[in-house]
């Protein structure tokens, strides 16, 4: 049987990979430290399977075609278009068509309608946090992209239904697998609007002190009210639901929380306790 | 409601070789999209106030990166365009 051996989360704001160079040494050092010790949790969990959820930057998906959320099963992904993700290896990152069909099939048998994708191309969303993370090895990696960027977008609620289905399904995996989920994205920060390099730390704290106790239906209630006022980005906050759910809302281990407007991302990194 | 075929001309500019021919001969480029004439004049123009009400934001922001101006200008032309500005929180 499967095993769920750790949920994490981190922010993937690109200018923390396209302008590394131009940070103060002080969030060099903050960002480094997070991202490590998630890589460091994740290489200790021994997990051989990322589930990873993220959203997609307009990279595999357009107006003509666009899923509310998409299973990667596949053999293999791509990697980053972004010019600044060049450098990241492998430049293929090896799927597990196995697990991501389980995970698909076991949707459609529980009343969820997931669109599906035998190549998905993995841009700074998952790349950027899997490199910043420095892994000695690249586990497999089942891609599940989230529409977080053109409206409407799945409700609050189905996310942490999404959640519970993700839980589920990785348990009733048959195969020996040790599984770990990875969120990314979020929190507050604005992408082409007018609040574009604001952050709302005050949402971002109140988000944060509601996932760490885990009450589900006040986070429900937060952030329907108020991701939406957080700035676009915030939608990605979705991924956090996803993975609260999976971990059965037990609430969560804050490794770092970070309103950098250098990067125009509250960034926050997490840990979640698993049941 | 977006406008489409902006949103196209965003969208292809994502790939770094469209992207290099567009700052290269914008024209050219965009014959190959049927805008309307007034969008394609707001593109010429590099009104970003104009052209964020017909696209995503992300995708506005690719655009203007694509083309090569700066953040904080970008940023500046969004804020002088929005007609309901709320105190900056944490502004970078």
């Known amino acids: 049987m499967a095993e769920l051996v750790g949920i994490y989360a981190a922010s993937h704001g690109p200018l923390i990979a396209r302008d590394w160079h131009r940070l103060s040494d002080a969030l060099k050092g903050r960002l480094s ?3 490590g010790e998630l890589g460091r949790r994740l290489s200790a969990s021994a997990a051989e399977v990322i589930v990873g959820l993220a959203p997609d930057h307009w990279t595999n998906f357009f107006l003509d075609n666009l899923p509310a959320l998409c299973i990667g099963i596949g053999e293999e992904h791509g990697g980053p278009p972004e010019p600044y993700l060049r450098d990241f290896t492998p430049k293929a990152l090896t799927g597990d068509p196995e697990l991501g069909r389980h995970i698909l099939e076991t949707a459609l048998t529980s009343e969820f309608e997931p669109a599906l994708s035998y190549r998905l191309r993995l841009d700074h969303g998952l790349c950027l946090p899997l490199s910043r993370m420095k ?5 497999r990696i089942v891609p599940i992209l989230i529409n977080e960027l053109e409206p409407p ?18 348990a009733s995996y048959a195969k020996p697998a040790r599984v770990a989920i990875l969120a990314t994205g979020g929190l507050s920060h604005s992408i082409g609007e007018p ?41 990605e906050i979705r991924n956090w639901a996803v993975a609260h759910a999976a971990a059965g809302g037990r609430g969560f281990e804050l490794l770092d929380y970070l309103p950098a407007p250098e ?8 840990a979640w306790r698993l049941a | 409601m977006r406008d489409y075929w902006l949103s196209k001309l965003c969208f292809d500019l994502l790939e770094p070789a469209r992207a290099r021919e567009y700052r290269q001969d914008r024209e050219a480029v965009l014959k190959r999209y049927p805008l309307k004439p007034e969008v394609r004049a707001a593109v010429l123009d590099d009104d970003v106030a104009f052209l964020a009400r017909l696209i995503n934001p992300y995708l506005l922001r690719f655009y203007f990166s694509a083309v090569g101006m700066p953040d904080a200008d970008f940023i500046a032309r969004l804020r002088a365009a929005d007609p309901n500005p709320r105190p900056a929180a944490r502004r970078g």
């Open chain 1, 33 to 35: 430290a997070a991202y």
């Open chain 1, 195 to 235: 609040t574009m390099g604001e952050i709302d730390e005050d949402f971002d704290r109140r988000c944060l002190d509601a996932l760490a106790r885990g009450e589900e239906s006040e986070l429900i209630d937060l952030l329907e009210r108020g991701a939406g006022r957080a700035g676009n980005g915030a939608h």
């Open chain 1, 263 to 270: 990067v125009y991302v509250g960034c926050a990194y997490a």
């Open chain 1, 135 to 139: 892994l000695p090895r690249m586990p």
């Open chain 1, 153 to 170: 977008m799945l409700s609050y609620r189905r996310c942490f239904a999404w959640g519970g289905l993700l839980r589920r399904a990785i």
